[in-house]
């Protein structure tokens, strides 16, 4: 253990001796990764340092305890040594679950993707309760979001929604909504009062930057058009709507919700980042192993990760096997409980592969 306390701390020093060299400083995206690690390296370096400090004390209490000079000083040395190895027991518990990997990307902030999957208007409806319980959460959770994109169907309903959300470990916590989300309910429609089952697909991509993506200028293709509002109708003079794709792999990213063609780029250029890291990261999790490979599916019903229930005012997460009946408090952002759940049955899972 003394061997990985050394390795920690030599690491945290050195990233303490890099952010104060200028030249780290002018190079942005070095700098923001070196934070990042030196931000996610504190607990455990902290941890580090308090286990080096009392595997010290517990030498010199076994030290007065094997003098034996002193029977008084001994006796309590001995009753120290004790208390000294418990802490440090529980320090060394505390070190291998800090040890056990984590995603690199936990950290990073996210590109959310909601569309409508199987059900019609209806399924473009829950598609957008979904849109709006996302961002209510990142409200409630003090994170900023910015809406990229959306692609309305009808009156309240949409396509697609492409936004992005800005906070402290976002992935980590909403990483695991990705997947088929079904509906069940009476549409408004229905007149016989017959319950429908519908689907939406929700994608959650860590947000890539320039450092985590090699993109080629010549890579790619941009677009210009005139940004169209509900029903296909030019809604500006100026033609500053943004489609970039990119050739080696076929993906396209889009923006029209600024009024500036600059950000609009900006935006199609973070969700194609961030699109084509998410297709890397399948690619690897796919070599490792088939069963921990995360797909959102075809938005069929019949694949689900979750249940909103309204006739029975539930919802169901079919991973973690739990249940809470107050639907319209989680449609309005109370996830909470899923999250966590979802998180603590990843962590497990980590601890298993590393052996603990």
């Known amino acids: 253990m003394l061997d990985h306390i050394s390795v920690i701390l030599n690491r945290y020093e050195e990233l303490e001796r890099l952010m104060a060299q200028p030249e780290v400083a002018s190079d942005y995206s070095r700098a923001q990764a070196i934070i990042r690690e030196h931000g996610a390296m504190r607990p455990l370096a902290a941890l580090a340092t308090e286990y080096r400090k009392v595997a010290r004390e517990l030498e010199d209490a076994r030290a007065i305890v094997r003098d034996e000079s002193d029977q008084d000083l001994a006796a309590m040395a001995r009753e120290e040594a004790r208390r000294l190895e418990e802490r440090r027991a529980a320090l060394e518990l505390e070190l291998k679950l800090a040890l056990v ?19 019609g208007e209806e399924a473009g409806l829950f598609a957008s309760e979904l849109f709006r319980m996302y961002i209510r959460y990142a409200q409630r959770r003090g994170w900023k979001n910015e809406v990229i994109s959306t692609n309305e169907s009808g009156i309240g309903a949409i396509k697609e929604a492409v936004f992005q959300i800005k906070g402290d470990g976002a992935y980590s916590r909403l990483k695991h909504e990705s997947g088929v989300h079904r509906v069940q309910r009476v549409p408004v429609t229905e007149s016989s009062g017959r319950i429908h089952t519908s689907a939406a697909t929700v994608a959650v991509l860590p947000e890539a930057e320039e450092v985590d993506v090699a993109i080629r200028p010549e890579d790619l293709e941009i677009d210009i058009y005139h940004a169209s509002g509900h029903g296909g109708q030019n809604v500006q003079k100026v033609a500053t709507a943004v489609r970039i794709t990119h050739k080696p792999t076929g993906i396209i990213a889009t923006c029209q919700d600024e009024r500036s063609q ?59 096997d739990i249940s809470h009946f107050n639907l319209p408090a989680v449609l309005d952002g109370d996830l909470d409980q899923f999250i966590e759940a979802l998180m603590a049955k990843e962590q497990t899972m980590r601890q298993k592969e590393a052996g603990l």
């Not at 990997?101 to 059900?119: F, H, L, Q």
């Not at 192993?289 to 069929?300: F, L, N, Y």
């Open 262 to 320: 600059f950000k609009n780029k900006e935006k199609a250029m973070a969700v194609l980042r961030s699109r084509i890291l998410a297709r890397e990261i399948e690619r690897q999790q796919t070599e490792i192993s088939e069963a921990r490979r995360a797909q959102v599916g075809t938005g069929d019903r019949s694949e689900r990760i979750r249940t909103y229930n309204f006739p029975q005012n539930r919802v169901t997460d079919h991973r973690a």
């Open 101 to 119: 990997p984590k995603d690199p990307n936990d950290s990073k902030n996210v590109i959310v993707e909601v569309r409508a999957g199987t059900g």
